[in-house]
T-cell receptor, first 114, second 110 residues
Framework: NAGVTQTPKFQVLKTGQSMTLQCAQD?????MSWYRQDPGMGLRLIHY???????DQGEVPNGYNVSRSTTEDFPLRLLSAAPSQTSVYFC?????????????FGPGTRLTVL | GQNIDQPTEMTATEGAIVQINCTYQ??????LFWYQQHAGEAPTFLSY????GLEEKGRFSSFLSRSKGYSYLLLKELQMKDSASYLC???????????FGTGTQLKVEL
């Protein structure tokens, strides 16, 4: 298993540009989520999904869109990038249900918005 | 939301024992995680506590007291490679939202 994969690893955008951060997992996990990590702020939840076709907002959803058309993929879209979105973005997945709650993280995407 | 507090930094000596504390709001709490994160890398899972008591995994142990809203991570026989950030995270929202503390940066010195 490849686990959780993210592309790209690094990205530089100009203010106002749009892009999609890709996330995929091959563990058949129902739950997937996106976090951003900034110095001194810890990991903050952007959006999450409990299964294909179901998404919900996390703590900091503004400026980001998600969709979940398949179990495997959970892309994060920045519609109009802003410097405040400069951050490291982590995608994570885990199975739902009791007794097996380990959340697996992807390697991260380092985004800079100029 | 879930407020999770942990110390910002700690320093310890190689071979020693260190305890990293975490406190959280008990309302809606549904389980507590500890993650390790080395600089420039993704967090990796260390432990999960949902019931009171101590869970031991080799050199790492995690304790939970649900009534007190308190957890700690205990690292024994510290090694230089244990220098990392340790993240405390709590499940809320019926288990659908995992809220992280800001992390404790542990530095292990000779």
């Amino acid at each position: 298993n490849a686990g959780v994969t993210q592309t790209p690893k690094f990205q530089v955008l100009k203010t106002g540009q749009s892009m999609t951060l890709q996330c995929a997992q091959d563990m058949n996990h129902e739950y997937m989520s996106w976090y951003r990590q900034d110095p001194g702020m810890g990991l903050r939840l952007i959006h999450y999904s409990v299964g294909a076709g179901i998404t919900d907002q996390g703590e900091v959803p503004n400026g980001y869109n998600v969709s979940r058309s398949t179990t495997e993929d959970f892309p994060l879209r920045l519609l109009s990038a802003a410097p405040s979105q400069t951050s490291v973005y982590f995608c994570a997945s885990r199975p739902t249900g009791t007794g097996d709650n380990e959340q697996f993280f992807g390697p991260g995407t380092r985004l800079t918005v100029l | 939301g879930q407020n999770i507090d942990q110390p910002t930094e700690m320093t310890a000596t190689e071979g020693a024992i260190v305890q990293i504390n975490c406190t959280y709001q008990t309302s809606g709490f549904n389980g507590l995680f500890w993650y390790q994160q080395h600089a420039g890398e993704a967090p990796t899972f260390l432990s999960y506590n949902v019931l009171d008591g101590l869970e031991e995994k080799g050199r790492f142990s995690s304790f939970l007291s649900r009534s007190k809203g308190y957890s700690y991570l205990l690292l024994k026989e510290l090694q230089m490679k244990d220098s990392a950030s340790y993240l405390c995270a709590g499940f809320t929202g019926g288990g659908n939202k995992l809220t992280f503390g800001t992390g404790t940066q542990l530095k292990v010195e000779l």
